[in-house]
């Protein structure tokens, strides 16, 4: 009687933990549930080296992680919108979280439209150690060997503090767990460790299109939606004054293929939205949405608007070869630097609302 209990109390104890180290998907999916060995068994796995920071930007360790796009992961779990007046998954955000309750958001498009695997979601890490680093006293942290979630999570680094504790290093870190990355961002991007789940979201606001203005409808002036919902005025001489930003792209869309080669110009997004962040507020947690007047939109990450270098940010654009935009296109439309596919190319841009979740 007391060995078949303890048999059981030990499966249980096993359950739970398996359960705890499983990230749970949820929110506008098809298909919730945990990520295990079977939702990612047969996809592509990639393999990168990132620099790693803590939450106040200082260096915290050097990996080489091993992984599966999040975009893949999403697939299986089939995302799928409620009825909000937009058919499309463009305007949906993910946000992701840490047993240690830290969290981080992206947009679809960062997870869905780049031209590499864009978020990687790991569950192999190996550290970076100097290559005359003398081997770990408990054998189980050899550099060259690539180390599960269940390996890492075992991890004794108490070997290692009379080393990494001084003035000259900081004390040796090895991320636990599932481990979320946007490796696009480069050091002190968004980086979650000990992954517990990822919601895949809506917007909660219901589309009002107007298919009638798809083609000769021009909007003069946008209106611009702070973070506390109140509408403010966009000034065309305050657009008029920022840094002016030229491109050259050939566009690619994921319906219709090629869609030519255009030379646009235009002012980083984050100009016109800087100002409206309330100070303090980590614009990383923010997302923006873009509303066109014919009803179709799309949705940008806060870091992709506000921490982005030129080669990558969200572009507000009032020319093409040269000339205005006009009928079809409206005075101005936002193009999307990062971005491989031109889906979340809005045209005839009506709204640009700055939300805080």
């Not at 110009?265 to 980590?282: I, N, S």
């Not at 799309?298 to 990558?312: I, P, Q, R, T």
């Not at 070869?321 to 841009?349: Q, T």
């Amino acid at each position: 009687m007391l060995k078949a209990f303890l048999s059981t109390a030990i499966s249980l104890s096993a359950l739970f933990c398996a359960s705890q180290e499983a990230p749970k998907v949820s929110g506008a999916v098809a298909k919730p549930g945990f990520i295990d060995s079977k939702a990612v068994q047969g996809l592509n796995k990639y393999t990168r080296l990132v620099k790693i920071a803590d939450s106040k930007g200082g260096f915290l360790c050097s990996l080489e992680l091993s992984g599966y796009a999040l975009r893949d992961v999403l697939e299986r779990k089939e995302i799928k919108k409620e009825n909000d007046g937009f058919d499309r998954p463009l305007d949906t955000f993910i946000t992701a979280k840490g047993r240690d309750g830290k969290s981080v958001l992206f947009s679809y498009g960062e997870a869905y439209l780049g031209d590499g695997e864009g978020v990687l979601l790991a569950d192999g890490a190996r550290m970076i150690l100097p290559h005359r680093h003398p081997p770990l006293e408990d054998k189980k942290n050899d550099p060259a060997i690539m180390l599960d979630v269940k390996k890492r999570g075992a991890i004794n680094l108490e070997s290692c503090a009379s080393c990494h504790d001084g003035e000259a290093y900081s004390r040796l870190h090895f991320p636990k767990g599932w481990l979320l990355i946007a490796v696009q961002d480069g050091f002190a991007g968004r980086f979650i460790e000990d992954l517990t789940e990822i919601t895949v979201a809506q917007v909660g606001i219901k589309v009002e299109s107007d298919k009638s203005k798809s083609r000769d409808y021009i909007v003069e002036s946008p209106t611009i939606i702070g973070p506390e919902g109140k509408p403010h005025e966009f000034k065309p001489e305050d657009f008029n004054k920022l840094p002016r930003l030229r491109v050259e792209d050939a566009g690619i869309g994921l319906g219709r293929g090629y869609r030519g080669t255009s030379v646009w110009e235009g002012v980083p997004l984050k100009g016109l939205l800087q100002h409206f962040l309330p100070k303090g507020v980590d614009p990383r947690r923010a997302y923006v949405l873009v509303t066109a007047a014919d009803g179709y939109r799309c949705l940008y990450s806060g870091a992709e608007v506000f921490n982005n270098s030129d080669e990558k940010c969200a572009l507000m654009i009032d020319r093409k070869n040269g000339e205005p935009l006009g009928k079809g296109a409206g005075v101005y439309a936002i193009l999307p630097r990062g971005d491989f596919f031109v889906d979340r190319h809005a045209r005839m841009v009506k709204e640009v609302r700055l939300v805080i979740p």
